[in-house]
T-cell receptor, first 112, second 112 residues
Framework: DADVTQTPRNRITKTGKRIMLECSQTKGHDRMYWYRQDPGLGLRLIYYSFDVKDINKGEISDGYSVSRQAQAKFSLSLESAIPNQTALYFC???????????FGPGTRLLVL | KQEVTQIPAALSVPEGENLVLNCSFT??????LQWFRQDPGKGLTSLLLIQSSQREQTSGRLNASLDKSSGRSTLYIAASQPGDSATYLC???????????FGTGTRLLVSP
């Protein structure tokens, strides 16, 4: 089983809809991250969390919110989706003891 | 603001060739630099991490170098194989908290 899982893997939604992307990990890591990837722009950080009670905005947090329900779960919500949120979304985890981040397989989101 | 550039954007080589991927960054005050591999549908996998105090790291056929003063890193792949085909991303860690800044990647195709 994968250590970092993301659901759904693919999602098509319409403008104005609320959607949630979920991330779960079995690695026991305390730090979790959400990134989006757009062609030609690389990965950009949306939100990150170092602990269940810790939430921090990243480079491009506008239009997004997150919830850290447990150490193993970190959800990303789009309250009212818009077409320029069409992208590939990645969740990542990291132990505070090491510097490598471990990525999930990604969720491909299309907003019509 | 740290900016990370990778050239070339795409590279196609025959199997067996040695090749070099380039990464440049604008702010030399980095904490570390990582090279990742991205395969379609599988997320990112960390290949090598170089601390700011180090000059290079090696893993198997991969060797990554770091020159902070010139703002450059290279990933050398020896004796390339078709299985090396993927997108390679470099990422700068600007603090110990690992808020990574990613480059746009180099898409590598190794032909049999």
């Amino acid at each position: 089983d994968a250590d970092v899982t993301q659901t759904p893997r693919n999602r098509i939604t319409k403008t104005g809809k609320r959607i949630m992307l979920e991330c779960s990990q079995t690695k026991g890591h305390d730090r979790m991250y959400w990134y989006r990837q757009d062609p030609g722009l690389g990965l950009r950080l949306i939100y990150y969390s170092f602990d269940v009670k810790d939430i921090n905005k990243g480079e491009i947090s506008d239009g997004y919110s997150v919830s850290r329900q447990a150490q193993a779960k970190f959800s990303l919500s789009l309250e009212s989706a818009i077409p320029n949120q069409t992208a590939l979304y990645f969740c990542a985890t990291q132990s505070s003891a090491v510097e490598t981040q471990y990525f999930g397989p990604g969720t491909r989101l299309l907003v019509l | 603001k740290q900016e990370v550039t990778q050239i070339p954007a795409a590279l196609s080589v025959p199997e067996g060739e040695n090749l070099v991927l380039n990464c440049s960054f604008t702010d030399s005050a980095i904490y570390n630099l990582q090279w990742f591999r991205q395969d379609p549908g599988k997320g990112l996998t960390s290949l090598l991490l170089i601390q700011s105090s180090q000059r290079e790291q090696t893993s198997g056929r991969l060797n990554a170098s770091l020159d902070k003063s010139s703002g450059r890193s290279t990933l050398y792949i020896a004796a390339s194989q078709p299985g090396d085909s993927a997108t390679y991303l470099c990422a700068i860690g600007n603090t110990g908290f690992q808020k990574l800044v990613f480059g746009t990647g180099t898409r590598l195709l190794v032909s049999p």
